[in-house]
């Protein structure tokens, strides 16, 4: 199966310039969740070390793969510690609720999307 989930954990700041980029790019589909969590950066003098920041995951064809970690990255970028990670997980098998069976990549993006 050629479908990869794309993570990505970024400051809640940069969510919009996120998002406009990666429908510049024509990605249709996200999902986006407000997550905390303490990585690399975190503040040592405040009463809870989490940090509120933003989680968004993307399935993906593999060979959109590269095209849509470079928008993330460019666009979540502040070059501060914390900008956030970007992480890339194959996917083995993917069911669709509705019919309660194994999806196609086809059957997940119509012709023509993706």
Same mark, same amino acid.
């Given at each position: 199966?050629?479908?990869?989930?794309?993570?990505? @954990? @970024?400051?809640?700041?940069?969510?919009?310039? &996120?998002?406009?980029?990666?429908?510049?790019?024509?990605?249709?589909?996200?999902?986006?969740?407000?997550?905390?969590?303490?990585?690399?950066?975190?503040?040592?003098?405040?009463?809870?070390?989490? &940090?509120?920041?933003?989680?968004?995951?993307?399935?993906?064809?593999?060979?959109? &793969?590269?095209?849509?970690?470079?928008?993330?990255?460019?666009?979540?970028?502040?070059?501060?510690?914390?900008?956030?990670?970007?992480?890339?997980?194959?996917?083995?098998?993917?069911?669709?609720?509705?019919?309660?069976?194994?999806?196609?990549?086809?059957?997940?993006?119509?012709?023509? &999307?993706?």
């Amino acid at each position: 199966m050629d479908i990869k989930l794309i993570i990505a @954990i @970024i400051r809640r700041d940069r969510l919009e310039p &996120v998002e406009q980029k990666l429908q510049e790019i024509a990605v249709e589909r996200i999902n986006v969740s407000k997550v905390k969590g303490y990585g690399e950066y975190h503040d040592f003098f405040a009463r809870d070390w989490m &940090v509120e920041e933003v989680q968004i995951e993307i399935f993906t064809r593999q060979h959109k &793969v590269e095209s849509i970690t470079a928008a993330i990255m460019e666009a979540a970028h502040t070059g501060i510690p914390g900008d956030g990670i970007v992480a890339v997980v194959p996917i083995d098998k993917l069911f669709l609720i509705r019919t309660r069976a194994e999806a196609t990549p086809e059957e997940f993006w119509p012709k023509g &999307v993706q």
